[in-house]
């Protein structure tokens, strides 16, 4: 689980986008379309190009909730309930793909940040998107 110092540590870097968070949104995804090309299937009504206006958009929303999660990390289960229905419910987006994503992001954020990018803060976010994750899946049973 996150410890206290994982919390301090992804608040941290999430503070160190500045204004990125399209930007890694959209590279996160398109990371994810090129390395896991079946995820395409579930964006048939996308433009897929990269740095298409919908990839571009989508990104921001991806990292929205993420932001929302960060500020609300000790009840994320309430945070992304919203969230949770739609996955579960209306996309049906099969729970392997979170794991994906959550690798693309990481690659995303690690060639931006650099050496902030230090294997404490990949941990934390590592954690964190597993948390995300399991929310995100939750209601499928
Ligand atoms: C929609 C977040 C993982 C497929 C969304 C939206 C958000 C979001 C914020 C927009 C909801 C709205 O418009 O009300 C996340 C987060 C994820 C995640 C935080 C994991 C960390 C995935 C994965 C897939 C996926 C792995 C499939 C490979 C979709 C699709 C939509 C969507 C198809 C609808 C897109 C549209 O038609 O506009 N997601 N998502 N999501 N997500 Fe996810």
């Not at 964190?128 to 399991?134: G, I, L, N, R, Y």
Request: aromatic fraction near 10%; charged fraction near 20%; charge should be neutral.
């Amino acid at each position: 689980m996150l410890t206290a110092e994982d919390k301090k540590l992804i608040q941290q870097i999430w503070g160190k986008l500045g204004g990125a968070e399209e930007e890694i949104g959209a590279e996160a995804l398109t990371r994810m379309f090129y390395s896991y090309p079946p995820t395409k299937t579930y964006f048939p009504h996308f433009d897929l190009s990269s740095g298409s206006d919908q990839i571009r958009g989508h990104g921001k929303k991806v990292v929205a909730a993420l932001s929302t999660a960060i500020k609300n990390i000790d009840n994320l289960s309430q945070a992304l309930s919203e969230l949770s229905n739609l996955h579960a419910y209306n996309l049906r987006v099969d729970p392997v793909n979170f794991k994906f994503l959550s690798q693309c992001l990481q690659v995303a954020l690690a060639t931006r940040l650099g050496k902030d990018y230090s294997p404490e803060v990949h941990s934390a976010v590592d954690k964190f998107m597993s948390a995300v994750a399991s929310v995100l899946a939750e209601k499928y049973r």
